[in-house]
């Protein structure tokens, strides 16, 4: 016999293969099979459903499961089941279940349903052509409560993508404010309670994070407008600014040579890092050259908002006679009444860093804020990273801090994330 590497009840070699194959591919049926295993094997007549809770609390400690032990373990205490099992009625059924089999909705009243009336209400309404609610009230079912369905991966997946249909066709069209994931291929979309603030957003399809005005990579104390700038002087700095500051500042002071040493001795390591950060500067550039063309920004909520074709009436966030759904207010509005976009101005490196402290100046302390590379307080130019919610280095470990972070990005699969440069505590004042 040999343990199942899936639900590790012992099975016999002949049987091992097919067995396996169809527990790899079931992964809710796995907790019933173990249960199957165990219940004619136990000296005393327990339930089904006491052996499923016995089997969760075991889970709490130990994740991998020993059928063969918990036919031992039961069998000490006799015929008395060592636990009382903590139940509730189902609010549609009225069957008295386990906790474990009650799912509690995000609705104001908290509905409570067993996972097999959960699912049928989910089948009933997939079948009306409805959207997907609570079993109870109209509380619109959210895509993470889908995923906590007892279904089959492939029956979840086609409940999730149904809702995303059904969600999208009711905006669509609907004149109501739409935060739409950016990314061609998902077609997730949620009604914000207003379309005008900016905040982070994560699709609950792909996991893209973005930014709920622009639909760029979430930036923290930074306006859309803004990023622009900073990724510009940011590039500019590691390509080519960072060197010629330590340069200078090493003819001064020794702590700087050494800097210096180590950033050339980096040069790999930052040649692929600038090269990444070219690509997005490059397209930085590209859009704002593009959107100061072709684009103007809602009267409303001063998103960008480009007309493809037709006459002037718009609608914020999709095509006026409808369809081509994106993040928008919804509200009304004529081209005409739509200032041009301003693009953010692209300049020189020589422009961007004639403000950085002069060799001979004084070094600047930023009192109270303190460094995430050796937390010291900043001393010097400080670098705030504008994608973290609070990520903070000085000079000193800038160099190594931002490469480190660099390659997390790199290794996550997400864009470079770009840093601020403040000289003095009261240059923070210009971005807040």
């Avoid at 349903?113 to 009933?124: I, Q, T």
């Avoid at 200032?339 to 860093?353: C, D, G, I, N, W």
């Amino acid at each position: 016999m040999v343990p199942c590497e899936h639900c590790y009840c012992p099975q016999d070699l002949t049987v091992y293969d097919e067995h396996s194959r169809q527990c790899r591919n079931d992964r809710t049926g796995r907790q019933q099979k173990i249960i199957e295993f165990i219940l004619p094997r136990t000296k005393y007549p327990f339930s089904a459903r006491q052996i499923g809770f016995f089997i969760e609390n075991q889970k709490k400690t130990n994740p991998v499961i020993n059928p063969l032990s918990i036919v031992e373990e039961l069998a000490e205490y006799d015929d008395v089941f060592p636990m009382e099992l903590p139940t509730r009625d189902c609010d549609v059924c009225m069957e008295s279940c386990l906790l474990d089999d009650i799912f509690v909705f995000g609705c104001d009243d908290s509905h409570k349903l067993c996972y097999k009336c959960y699912e049928a209400s989910c089948r009933v309404k997939m079948n009306n052509n409805e959207i997907l609610t609570c079993g109870i009230c109209p509380y619109q079912l959210q895509y993470g409560e889908l995923n906590q369905l007892r279904v089959s991966p492939d029956q979840r997946d086609l409940f999730v993508e149904y809702q995303v249909q059904k969600t999208f066709d009711r905006y669509a069209g609907g004149g109501r404010g739409v935060i739409k994931c950016p990314k061609q291929s998902c077609m997730w979309a949620f009604e914000p309670n207003d379309p005008n603030e900016r905040f982070r957003v994560i699709c609950q399809l792909c996991a893209n994070e973005f930014c709920s005005l622009c639909n760029q990579q979430y930036h923290y104390r930074t306006g859309c407008q803004q990023l622009t700038v900073i990724t510009e002087r940011w590039f500019f700095w590691c390509n080519s600014e960072r060197a010629r500051y330590l340069a200078k500042r090493a003819r001064q002071d020794a702590a700087y040579a050494v800097r210096l040493a180590e950033h050339e001795k980096q040069h790999a390591a930052n040649r692929q890092r600038n090269e990444e950060l070219r690509h997005r500067y490059d397209t930085a550039v590209a859009d704002e050259k593009y959107k100061a063309e072709h684009c103007r920004h809602c009267p409303h909520c001063h998103r960008v908002v480009e007309r493809i074709e037709g006459c002037a009436s718009m609608i914020c966030g999709q095509d006026y006679h409808g369809g081509n759904t994106q993040s928008g207010c919804g509200k009304s509005f004529t081209w005409d009444q739509a200032k041009k976009y301003r693009s953010a101005t692209v300049r020189r490196p020589e422009q961007l860093m004639n403000d950085l402290p002069p060799p001979e100046s004084p070094v600047v302390v930023h009192e109270n804020i303190k460094c995430d590379g050796c937390h010291e307080t900043v001393r010097g130019i400080r670098f705030d990273c504008v994608h973290c919610p609070s990520l903070i280095f000085c000079e000193k470990c800038e160099q190594n801090c931002t490469l480190a972070h660099s390659d997390e990005n790199r290794r996550a699969g997400q864009q470079q994330h770009v840093f601020r440069l403040i000289m003095t505590p009261f240059d923070e004042a210009m971005y807040l």
